[in-house]
């Protein structure tokens, strides 16, 4: 593993299912982040931790949760997904929580 | 509320050409700001960032321009090239480090 990986890659997803989406990173890095990208909105922030055992709600967190249980890893899940999570999402890390963060390539999510 | 945002929505330029990708900010608190790069089916990649306290800084063919008097961002890329063709975002971050992306500008070069 190098710098930080999703998965899945993507993933259709009937409405009502609980999903979780991975997130791996092997820098080390205190923070970590998790975004949605829909068109015309850019990247929105969903929940964040700034370092493990610890995690905070950004600017769109309802329906999702998150854990960081160590340092490496970064869950987020959808307990029951509706269509409006339809959205690519991507997560984050930083060394600390005020250096530059850096991105994985990203989920793409359908609900349908 | 506070909002970063962009001027123009695409720009297309000529192989060779300078390019200038301007993004406005009204959060006047932020100290820091990022310019990312994002390729079709990619995440967000860093390119540059400046902290408040500059008006200039230069990288590898990009420069960065920054004026708080009239909270004005600007990307300059040098020699465009086609590989430089991705949607790029401005981003402001606040004290508590969390970031705010503008809407993003695709630039489009043309061979």
């Known amino acids: 593993i190098a710098g930080i990986t999703q998965a899945p890659t993507s993933q259709i997803l009937a409405a009502g299912r609980r999903m979780t989406l991975r997130c791996t990173q092997d820098?080390?890095?205190?923070?970590m982040y998790w975004y949605r990208q829909d068109l015309g909105l850019g990247l929105r922030l969903i929940h964040y931790?700034?370092?493990?055992?610890?995690?905070g709600k950004g600017e769109v967190p309802d329906g999702y949760s998150v854990s960081r249980a160590n340092t490496d890893d970064f869950p987020l899940t959808l307990a029951s997904a509706v269509p409006s999570q339809t959205s690519v999402y991507f997560c984050?890390?930083?060394?600390?929580?005020?250096?530059?963060?850096?991105f994985g390539p990203g989920t793409r999510l359908t609900v349908l | 509320g506070e909002s970063v945002g962009l001027h123009l929505p695409t720009l297309s330029v000529q192989e060779g050409d300078n390019s200038i990708i301007n993004c406005a900010y009204s959060?006047?608190?932020?100290?820091?700001f990022i310019w990312y790069k994002q390729e079709s089916g990619k995440g967000p990649q860093f390119i540059i960032d400046?902290?408040?306290?500059?008006d200039k800084r230069q990288g590898q063919r990009v420069t960065v321009l920054l004026n708080k008097t009239v909270k004005h961002l600007s990307l300059q890329i040098a020699a465009t090239q086609p590989g430089d063709s991705a949607v790029y975002f401005c981003?402001?971050?606040?004290?508590?480090?969390?970031?705010?992306f503008g809407g993003g500008t695709r630039l489009m070069v043309k061979p």
């Open positions: 400046i902290r408040s306290n500059m």
């Open positions: 820098m080390r890095h205190n923070a």
């Open positions: 981003a402001e971050v606040d004290a508590g480090n969390m970031l705010t």
């Open positions: 931790s700034n370092t493990a055992g610890t995690t």
């Open positions: 959060n006047s608190a932020s100290d820091y």
């Open positions: 984050a890390s930083s060394p600390d929580r005020t250096d530059t963060q850096y």
